[in-house]
């Protein structure tokens, strides 16, 4: 089983060196090779997505992706900037399906921001088309207006554009990953304003007879905004396109306690896939190693279920990962009066410790 480690910038190194240390400790024939990737890859090959990263990727079973981007490389072109690896990966390995489970630990009921009887118990999925939508359409770019209010001024401008199969593969991917669940998905659209949304709709709905034993209900993107902020437990598995999904699954990372709790998996239609935390690279604690590693660990684990069919030794980390937060170890982000501040390492280690 060959793993593409590939750390990035920030505090990606710091996390993705405890979720390392951890799989290490499973003691798996695992093969782990590691690349630059992000701005560190910029500074010394003057391409974020160096060939020879790309063709470790490719062959790989499974990558094991940290965080990329920093401040100092928002001038650069943005065929060059950091976050450009990423788009590339998801294109390059046909990454179309994203998971992002957001489920609230017992013991960090009291680290979000919401009421603890909105979020105790929490287990939601949220399953993000990837690989589509206004991130990727073209055409795009910068011009001047022939039309619309200001004829003559510069404008820019993006496409939204899905294609049927690309809604069909992702809706199965929501249905069969709903089969293994409660049996119901909320699709997440905005088809009262838009083109592209009437026919995720459409299709969703086509798909969706297939799966007669799975609930399904539409939902617009903004209602959805608010509903998983007011009364998220009505969710199970919430599936939407590219934009809405970045958007939803960030604010839903907030009714785990931490965007650092939040792991994700993308996976392609041979599940081989990328897993890295759902948050970025933080350059505003990178280097102080106080980075919560956790949603690093759980997308190792992911790792381990979805592309390396290794579901005994993935409910072990998951079951560290409780274990670690019942012992009453958090990271400063996690962090709350009466429990034990732990480093990004000191959390890594008890982790492993927990393993045993
Ligand atoms: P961010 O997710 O890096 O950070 C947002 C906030 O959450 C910060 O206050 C940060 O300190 C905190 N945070 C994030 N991860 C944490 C962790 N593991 N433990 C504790 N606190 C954590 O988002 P941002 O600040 O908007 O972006 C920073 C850089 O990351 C940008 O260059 C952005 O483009 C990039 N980014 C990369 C990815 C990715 O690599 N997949 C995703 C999002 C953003």
């Not at 009421?115 to 690989?131: F, S, V, Y």
Request: one cysteine or more; glycine letters at 8%; aromatic letters at 6%.
């Amino acid at each position: 089983m060959k793993i593409a480690v590939l750390p990035g910038d920030g505090i990606g190194t710091e996390i993705v060196a405890e979720a390392v240390k951890v799989l290490n400790a499973l003691a798996l024939p695992l093969e782990m090779e590691t690349a630059l990737v992000g701005g560190v890859a910029y500074d010394a090959h003057g391409h974020p997505l160096p060939e020879a990263t790309l063709k470790l990727a490719k062959e790989a079973d499974a990558v094991l992706f940290g965080a990329v981007g920093d401040w100092k490389y928002d001038k650069l072109e943005r065929q060059f900037r950091p976050e450009q690896a990423i788009l590339g990966l998801r294109k390059n390995l046909g990454l179309f399906a994203n998971f992002r489970p957001a489920i609230c630990y017992e013991q960090l009921v009291g680290a979000s921001s919401l009421k603890p009887e909105l979020i105790a118990g929490l287990d939601i999925l949220i399953i993000r088309e990837l690989t589509g939508d206004i991130y990727f359409g073209q055409p795009r770019g910068r011009r001047i207006a022939t039309d619309g209010h200001f004829p003559g001024a510069e404008e820019a401008f993006d496409t939204m554009r899905y294609s049927r199969p690309e809604i069909e593969r992702i809706a199965h991917v929501a249905f069969q990953a709903a089969r293994k669940r409660s049996k119901r998905v909320t699709s997440v659209d905005k088809n009262n304003v838009l083109e592209t949304s009437q026919l995720w709709k459409d299709v969703m709905v086509e798909v969706g007879q297939q799966y007669p034993d799975v609930e399904l209900d539409h939902m617009l993107v903004d209602n959805a905004a608010m509903q998983l902020v007011k009364a998220p437990k009505k969710f199970d598995v919430l599936v939407t396109g590219n934009m809405f999904g970045d958007i939803l699954s960030d604010e839903a990372s907030m009714l785990t306690g931490s965007i650092g709790m939040l792991p994700s998996a993308s996976l392609n239609s041979s599940n081989q896939g990328l897993y890295e935390p759902s948050h970025g690279s933080a350059p505003d604690i990178a280097g102080k190693g106080i980075a919560n590693p956790l949603a690093t660990i759980l997308s190792a684990a992911m790792m381990l279920r979805f592309s390396l069919n290794q579901e005994a030794a993935a409910l072990r980390i998951e079951a560290a990962v409780k274990k670690v937060l019942e012992q009453g170890f958090r990271t400063a982000d996690i962090y709350s009066e009466g429990t034990t501040r732990a480093s990004t390492k000191e959390m890594g280690d008890a982790v492993v410790k927990a393993l045993a």
